[in-house]
């Protein structure tokens, strides 16, 4: 697809990653860039009409990597309490010309600009309310939602992101399926050593 959209993409990078020890995931490099930097790249590809970063406790440095992207750094300070506050923070700061938000996790840079661009042209064509990915059979983020949606999102609590509307608005989903590897979130070390394959190659 060519052009921007009125969609609006919400890129959360505001989590704690625990199971990865001290180690910021978001801020190892691959190549000539970082892995929230291949992320952001791969999401300024793709055809959105405005781009948000959610932060927390990088807020500062992740402002400073991004600098020369045409995206706005959001800092959520109600980090700790999970991927909730930072759906609600990037859904807060949208315009209302709007008419959807993709939500996507900082630490899936696999995701192709050609994939993302499947679920806005997924979205625009079919009218639902969401377009959500499913991979082994299992639906989950990056998932689109539309306007009408957003006071659900506001209301979100917890550290389970979106996942209760899927089940909410069963009926008005449509998905978009998923290659394990681009659905892929950076939980380990072993992750890590998969993704600078893959991206090294392409």
Same mark, same amino acid.
């Given at each position: ?50 781009? !948000? ?71 625009? @064509? ?7 990915? @499913? ?33 909410? !608005? ?33």
């Amino acid at each position: 697809m060519n052009g921007r959209t009125e969609i609006a993409a919400v890129v959360l990078a505001a989590g704690l990653s625990r199971r990865m020890g001290s180690q910021d995931k978001l801020l190892t490099n691959i190549g000539s860039r970082t892995i929230l930097q291949w992320t952001v790249k791969h999401v300024l590809e793709s055809c959105f009409e405005e781009v !948000y970063v959610v932060a927390g406790a990088k807020v500062d440095a992740y402002t400073e990597l991004l600098k020369a992207d045409d995206v706005t750094v959001l800092h959520n300070r109600d980090y700790e309490e999970g991927m909730a506050s930072s759906i609600r923070a990037g859904v807060a700061a949208l315009g209302r010309h709007v008419s959807g938000a993709m939500i996507l996790l900082a630490d899936q840079p696999l995701l192709a600009p050609a994939t993302i661009n499947r679920f806005l042209q997924t979205f625009l @064509s079919k009218k639902v309310r969401i377009v959500a990915a @499913s991979s082994g059979g299992r639906i989950s983020g990056p998932a689109i939602f539309c306007k009408s949606l957003f006071s659900d999102l506001l209301q979100l609590r917890g550290d389970i992101g979106a996942r209760q509307l899927f089940s909410k !608005y069963q009926n008005e989903i449509q998905v978009v399926e998923l290659c394990p590897e681009e659905a892929l979130d950076i939980d380990a070390p072993e992750d890590i050593r998969l993704v600078r394959q893959r991206l090294q190659e392409a």
